[in-house]
């Protein structure tokens, strides 16, 4: 993620911010020119996204040329958060914090991203869903986060820090975001725009395993058995060992991880190139050593790793597949 700044004054600023704390100016992210705008409050009403001004969960610019009341990001979701549930605000806008960071380092990438209202066929929806553990209205439910039919679902309780961090120790994970949620089932969603032919196939299999292994005897296994001893030679996490899409998935959402991750530490003076100026094998290299100096970190100040998980040689070569697979896809434009 690149620094910001206010017009106003040049105090710093962040991606998610919609008021400079040093001046007062109302700020605005503008999707076009991926810079942050300083404004007056009236002009902030005027042009802000119809979401930033009800609910106070995004803060990002209207088209310019549109008379649509919601922002580009706001208009790919199709289900949001009953808002007459207070604590559902909160919850809103972490998730909208995650996808907006999320459609930042696509937009960086040049994906092909557009929203399923717009192209039902090839476009994007996101649905941010409750069920019975959240709210009466939805008794006896259960709604999974998951990706189907150019549909990401995220059950909203991956807001609730809490109930977050009971389901990553219950489940054993190492790390659980929305953010992370958000980047894995982003990656369900290209490998299904980009329909790949036979030879993208053939070298997925190679690398992953076979894609047409029945899913859900391989999920209910993983959650019954755990996963396989030494799951970690082959893959990035032991949600990955599950299944072939799930290894692909969760190497998607790491690559975004790493881009985000070096862009930061790039524009903070951390690292002295962008991962836009890096081979892929450079970017591995790179955050390999940057990791370790975050988790030491983390470690430094009594907090758990920042990145705990290793990249090791079979790891990086389900990454370079990964980098591959986005320069086909910077093609669809």
Not at 92 to 114: A, D, H, S
Not at 129 to 145: H, K, L, M, Q, Y
Request: proline share 5%; net charge negative; charged share 25%.
């Amino acid at each position: 993620m690149k620094r910001f700044s206010c017009q106003s004054c040049g105090h710093p600023v962040f991606f998610d911010s919609d008021q400079c704390l040093a001046c007062g100016a109302r700020l605005a992210y503008d999707p076009v020119a991926m810079e942050m705008v300083s404004m007056g409050e009236e002009e902030w009403q005027e042009r802000v996204c119809l979401n930033g001004r009800e609910h106070g969960v995004c803060n990002w610019l209207r088209p310019a040329d549109d008379s649509h009341p919601l922002c580009t990001g706001c208009q790919f979701n199709r289900y949001v958060p009953n808002q007459s549930r207070p604590e559902n605000q909160q919850r809103w806008k972490r998730l909208e914090e995650g996808k907006k960071r999320l459609f930042f380092t696509l937009g960086q990438l040049g994906m092909p991203l557009v929203d399923g209202w717009r192209d039902p066929e090839n476009g994007l929806l996101l649905d941010f869903i409750e069920d019975g553990r959240t709210s009466d209205e939805f008794a006896e439910t259960f709604v999974s986060t998951g990706y189907l039919g150019g549909i990401i679902t995220i059950n909203v309780l991956e807001a609730d820090s809490v109930a977050r961090v009971a389901a990553r120790e219950q489940l054993g994970e190492r790390y659980r975001t929305v953010l992370g949620h958000l980047r894995h089932e982003s990656g369900h969603f290209f490998w299904h725009r980009l329909n790949p032919g036979p030879d993208l196939k053939e070298s997925f299999r190679e690398l992953f395993g076979d894609e047409q292994r029945d899913y859900s005897r391989a999920l209910a296994d993983h959650y019954e058995q755990g996963p396989p001893d030494h799951w970690w030679e082959q893959h990035i996490s032991a949600y990955a060992s599950a299944h072939p899409v799930e290894d692909w998935a969760e190497t998607w959402g790491h690559y975004l991880h790493i881009w985000d991750a070096l862009d930061t530490a790039a524009a903070h003076g951390i690292v002295f190139r962008n991962p836009a100026e890096m081979t892929i094998w450079e970017r591995i290299g790179e955050w390999r050593e940057l990791s370790i100096t975050l988790n030491e970190m983390n470690r430094s100040v009594g907090r758990g790793d920042a990145y705990p998980f290793v990249i090791n040689s079979m790891v990086a070569q389900k990454l370079a597949f990964v980098d591959e697979v986005i320069l086909r896809l910077q093609g669809f434009h």
